[in-house]
């Protein structure tokens, strides 16, 4: 089965965005439905997944009876394009009710191509039911329910060190080649790559697919393991594939109850993508952007960013202005006026302007250490969404 917690492992929802129904994740997904117009109950049967696109252009959407719908239809979830034409924003008391009947609620940026995001989930649901699936393992420990017990016996079976300090990768292809044949076979080959890899190495380990995902596994004999993530990203990458990946990693002082682990290695991933490092990254507990993604409620997050931001926003919309990247720019360069003007191609008194301007429309002092602060975090929680 299809269940909604899924979703966010394809390839095409990299940037989904869980807002609330947590509960609702075990939701089995039957299949999906494009809502085209506010009359949508009578096409729907119940366990479609509902995408919200072009409706939400239309004058007389109401994400609110949509959702009520959905849930009276007993849909699996929805997942709604956000920003641009599409819905601009998600009031607290549509996030109530789906929370309140446990029904997930995702939301992806505007710009995603709907096509690949049905064809996708479409291909998962049938390979999923037609037993496609490998039930290997990891897979097994990663995605199952077994007891600890049985996970030891299982890693026994294969003589796997899983009393080993471990280290979990997850490895996601961004952009692949266009053919056709080479979409399909590259997952396995990167797979078998990595296998083989690790193999030569003499490194314990276990690597699988699932939904597209490369996920890896292996015993680090170093404290972090990125020694081991590093050589083997260089060795997929001379591969002489024009497919583009991110990688990321979470660490485990053992081989049990990996599902913790999973979780954070897709959020290291997801910064891996945001930040497109083309490294593997370590999840990291006390990060910053670690801690950002790790909450449930993001609308929170979003609406700061954008309060903090607002201003500098409008000012650059109205006038073709560039302050925003000017302020990122200069906060990145730890403040140095010397490397923000060399970063923006500027004079150092064009960048002396522009920084006058942002403290007069904002009226903050950005060189203040709690003002600083504010807009980092910001553009942090800007970047990651």
Known sequence: MLLCKNLIQ??????????????????????????EDMDFAKW?????????????CQPDFDLGRVIRTAVQKQMAGAVFLFGGAYVKSVSPAVID??????????????????????EEIGRAASQWDSGNDSRDPLTEILFGSLPQKAQQDLWREIHYPAEMPQCLAVLVFQRMPLQDKVRDTLPQEYRDLCDAWLTKRQIPHAVTLHYGHILILFAR???????????????????GSQAVFHIGAALAEHAYSLGPVYEKAQIARRIAYSYDQQKAYVFRPTGIREFILGVSNHEEFLAYSALVLEKLVNYDRKNNKELVETLKTYLDAGGSLQRTAERLYIHRNTLNYRLKRIREITGADINEPFTRMAFEFAFVIHQLH
Not at 45 to 55: H, S, V, W
Not at 97 to 118: C, E, G, R, T
């Open 97 to 118: 009710y789906a929370k309140d009947h446990n029904f997930p609620l995702f939301s992806i940026p505007w710009n995603v191509p709907l096509v690949d995001v049905m």
């Open 10 to 35: 394809l390839p095409s929802l990299q940037e989904a965005t869980v807002l609330t129904g947590r509960r609702g994740l075990e939701n089995v997904i039957r299949w999906t439905y494009m809502a």
């Open 221 to 239: 004999k170093n404290a972090d393991g990125q020694t081991v993530l590093d050589e083997l990203t260089e060795a997929v990458r001379e591969s």
């Open 44 to 56: 729907v049967r119940g366990g479609e997944l509902l995408i919200i696109g072009k409706i939400a």
